[in-house]
C-alpha cells in the first residue's frame, strides 16, 4: 500500500487546512485509515481515525475541530482542520491497516500554526 499526503503548510490561528492521503496498491487489506501527528521532542500520537464500516474516532484534542472523512471512489482521506491553534503544529502522517498504527505509512506534512 502506498499513500501519498498532500496539503500543509503555514496558516494563522483560527485557520483552516485541509489534508489528503490517496491509497493505492494492495488497499483491500487495509479497513483503517488514519492521521497521526508528530510535535518536536514529542512521541507521534493518533489524531483521527476512519474505518471501512464508517466508525470515526477524534483525540480529545481535536474533537469539533477536525473532520476525518473518506472518499471511497477515488481512495482517498482527508483531515479538514478548523479552528487551529499553535499547539496543533507539527508534522501529520496519514496511516493505514487494521488498527491503530497501521504498517503502511504516507510521508509527513508540515502544518504549521502561527501568527
Avoid at 503555514?10 to 492521503?21: D, E, F, K, T, Y
Avoid at 499547539?87 to 487494521?98: H, K, M, Q, V
Amino acid at each position: 500500500v502506498q499513500l501519498q499526503v498532500s496539503g500543509g503548510g503555514l496558516v494563522q490561528p483560527g485557520g483552516s487546512l485541509r489534508l489528503s492521503c490517496a491509497a493505492s496498491g494492495s488497499i483491500f487489506s487495509v479497513n483503517v485509515m488514519g492521521w497521526y501527528r508528530q510535535a518536536p521532542g514529542k512521541r507521534r500520537d493518533v489524531v483521527a481515525l476512519i474505518s471501512s464500516t464508517g466508525d470515526l474516532n477524534y483525540a480529545d484534542s481535536v474533537k469539533g475541530r477536525f473532520t476525518i472523512s473518506r472518499d471511497y471512489a477515488k481512495n482517498t482521506v482527508y483531515l479538514q482542520m478548523d479552528s487551529l491553534k499553535p499547539e496543533d503544529t507539527a508534522l501529520y502522517y496519514c496511516n493505514a491497516g487494521r488498527g491503530l498504527f497501521g504498517p503502511y505509512w504516507g510521508q509527513g506534512t508540515l502544518v504549521t500554526v502561527s501568527s
